[in-house]
């Protein structure tokens, strides 16, 4: 079997995602246990005790998710449909238990003031950052007011450097692998999220540009989180995995004897309430209760894989050059039989 470099993974001939590849740990580790790694990192100059932040998604992160992962050292990018978003801004230090804002395109530059006088972290919400009115938006917010932004989605490396021009402080990247997202069904559009995330990184290496990296889309598992991040993500952002918890919006539901919460894309039909141009799907998923028992999960599988790989803080992880290619057999073998 070829151990594969992030360089050769970025020259192989097809896309992959997080289930084409795997760790592969080649050194005598240090670590006695997995309690000795530290996920510690500083995301747009915040302190984060894990690096996951949530997607600013109407079904995932309202204001009590928001809230609930900054206590956990995470950081909630609380969604632009939130009706709470105007009365948000005039509360005080709720900065310090939200952290990131989600706004649209045309949120009016007094909100956005307000969003940068709180020193929120500011995600533009779009489907598509390789756009001029994206790139102008962010451009003109960061000529008004010191702000971090988040820009996205991409899933090549090609417009990094437009979008480091506009200003974005961190990219969003990844179009069309989020569970509950079609469009690459509707558009033929996008790439897997492994290509995508090692495009991106090698331009910004090769750029030597000054953006962080936001893996977005297809992380089903803790054990992808670690995938991510060894590849060069600066964070992940997750949508399923924290969807169906306690502390999503929308109210818990009892159907065939078994409790379920709402999870849905944002451009899905539930969201636009229009029937044109749809790219996302709804669906149900299983009541999961605490949000904290997901981020615990994470947090275990993330510091086990530090601890395979012989690497005690994540900048190690990110330095790991050893990834195996599964076929379909291998990574079926790896998966709990029932």
């Not at 437009?162 to 569970?179: C, F, T, Y």
């Not at 004897?257 to 141009?277: H, I, P, T």
């Not at 601890?307 to 005690?312: D, E």
Request: charged share 25%.
């Amino acid at each position: 079997m070829r151990i594969y470099s992030k360089k050769n993974l970025t020259q192989y001939e097809l896309a992959l995602t997080y289930d084409d590849i795997s760790l592969v740990p080649t050194e005598v580790s240090r670590i006695k246990s997995r309690t000795e790694a530290i996920t510690d990192c500083k995301f747009l100059d915040r302190e984060l005790s894990l690096p996951v932040i949530s997607s600013p998604m109407d079904t995932v992160t309202g204001i009590d998710m928001a809230k609930e992962l900054s206590s956990l050292g995470c950081l909630g990018v609380l969604n632009r449909f939130d009706s709470s978003l105007g009365s948000l801004v005039d509360e005080s230090d709720v900065e310090k238990s939200i952290g990131g804002v989600s706004v649209a395109l045309n949120t009016a530059d007094d909100v956005v003031a307000k969003l940068a006088e709180r020193n929120f972290v500011i995600c533009i919400d779009t489907a598509n950052a390789s756009n001029l009115a994206v790139l102008k938006r962010c451009e003109e917010i960061k000529n008004k007011f010191n702000v971090k932004i988040i820009l996205g989605n991409i899933a090549h490396g090609a417009p990094l450097r437009d979008l480091v021009n506009a200003g974005a402080d961190a990219v969003r990247i990844g179009i069309g692998g989020g569970s509950v997202c079609t469009t690459s069904v509707q558009t033929g559009i996008g790439i897997g999220q492994v290509s995508s995330l090692l495009n991106v990184y090698s331009a910004r290496a090769e750029g030597k540009f000054d953006i962080e990296l936001i893996a977005d889309g297809g992380i089903k598992n803790p054990g992808d989180v670690a995938k991510a991040i060894a590849l060069g993500a600066d964070v992940v952002m997750l949508g399923r995995m924290l969807a169906g918890t306690k502390e999503t919006p929308g109210e818990i539901i009892k159907y065939d004897d078994q409790l379920w919460k709402k999870y849905r894309g944002s451009a899905s039909f539930g969201v636009k309430m229009k029937n044109e141009f749809i790219e996302g799907a709804e669906t149900m998923i299983a009541y999961k209760g605490s949000v904290r028992n997901v981020i615990d999960g994470i947090s275990d599988g993330l510091r086990s894989a530090m601890s395979y790989m012989n690497c005690f803080n994540l900048d190690e992880l990110r330095g790991k050059d050893t990834f195996g290619i599964l076929s379909h057999s291998s990574f079926l073998e790896r998966l709990p039989k029932k």
